[in-house]
């Protein structure tokens, strides 16, 4: 029962346009919710999060937008930059729990 | 910090042997916890503990596999027999408990069991 699903097991993107990258949930209960960003042979590293009382949060090139109603979130990067390809998981938890559900994540290629 | 520290990052091992992985947390963190990284399933989580106290371990797959975690700055991951379907990247990652915080994550360990 897969809790957190990213869709998408790939996609490419031309080097100065927009990656959107999508993930859904299923659990209402979930009120915090993370994208990290994995490079091949390196642990997940952190990239933005979002409280469920907010429907935006953006640093630099990154905002994740959420949307409550259709439980579902993305992750927007503009403009997309080669080194940004990587893959990208969302990552879903309750309050008090602290068990991180992961998707099982998307590849992004940013062609130069 | 160094961050969170695994070892080995490379493991291979036959069918039948019994295989433990090792895990060092950011000094400060008080919660651990233990993934792998299959293509299926993405990141999946196995179990995990709040101040050394394992609080859910209903992702462990089988008996097989166990962890522990005797004191705030060491954690292990048991497999016993391993398996070639266990063939898998591990990962611990930790964070601090009480706050909506992000994980932070070791390098993992590659698993092969031939």
């Given at each position: 029962?897969?809790?957190?699903?990213?869709?998408?097991?790939?996609?490419?993107?031309?080097?100065?346009?927009?990656?959107?990258?999508?993930?859904?949930?299923?659990?209402?209960?979930?009120?915090?919710?993370?994208?990290?960003?994995?490079?091949?042979?390196?642990?997940?590293?952190?990239?933005?999060s979002?409280?469920?009382i907010?429907?935006?949060?953006?640093?630099g090139?990154?905002?994740?937008?959420?949307?409550?109603?259709?439980?579902?979130?993305?992750?927007?990067?503009?403009?997309?930059?080669?080194?940004?390809?990587?893959?990208?998981?969302?990552?879903?938890?309750?309050?008090?729990?602290?068990?991180?559900?992961?998707?099982?994540?998307?590849?992004?290629?940013?062609?130069? | 910090?160094?961050?969170?520290?695994?070892?080995?990052?490379?493991?291979?091992?036959?069918?039948?042997?019994?295989?433990?992985?090792?895990?060092?947390?950011?000094?400060?963190?008080?919660?651990?916890?233990?993934?792998?990284?299959?293509?299926?399933?993405?990141?999946?989580?196995?179990?995990?503990?709040?101040?050394?106290?394992?609080?859910?371990?209903?992702?462990?797959?089988?008996?097989?596999?166990?962890a522990?975690?005797?004191?705030?700055s060491?954690?292990?991951?048991?497999?016993?027999?391993?398996?070639?379907?266990?063939?898998?990247?591990?990962?611990?990652?930790?964070?601090?408990?009480?706050?909506?915080?992000?994980?932070?994550?070791?390098?993992g360990?590659?698993?092969?069991?031939?």
């Amino acid at each position: 029962d897969q809790q957190v699903k990213q869709n998408s097991p790939s996609l490419s993107v031309q080097e100065g346009r927009i990656s959107i990258l999508n993930c859904d949930y299923t659990n209402s209960m979930f009120d915090y919710f993370l994208w990290y960003k994995k490079y091949p042979a390196e642990g997940p590293t952190f990239l933005i999060s979002i409280s469920s009382i907010k429907d935006k949060n953006e640093d630099g090139r990154f905002t994740v937008f959420l949307n409550k109603s259709a439980k579902h979130l993305s992750l927007h990067i503009v403009p997309s930059q080669p080194g940004d390809s990587a893959v990208y998981f969302c990552a879903a938890v309750k309050s008090g729990t602290y068990k991180y559900i992961f998707g099982t994540g998307t590849r992004l290629k940013v062609l130069a | 910090d160094a961050g969170v520290i695994q070892s080995p990052r490379h493991e291979v091992t036959e069918m039948g042997q019994e295989v433990t992985l090792r895990c060092k947390p950011i000094s400060g963190h008080n919660s651990l916890f233990w993934y792998r990284q299959t293509m299926m399933r993405g990141l999946e989580l196995l179990i995990y503990f709040n101040n050394n106290v394992p609080i859910d371990d209903s992702g462990m797959p089988e008996d097989r596999f166990s962890a522990k975690m005797p004191n705030a700055s060491f954690s292990t991951l048991k497999i016993q027999p391993s398996e070639p379907r266990d063939s898998a990247v591990y990962f611990c990652a930790s964070s601090l408990f009480g706050a909506n915080t992000e994980a932070f994550f070791g390098q993992g360990t590659r698993l092969t069991v031939v």
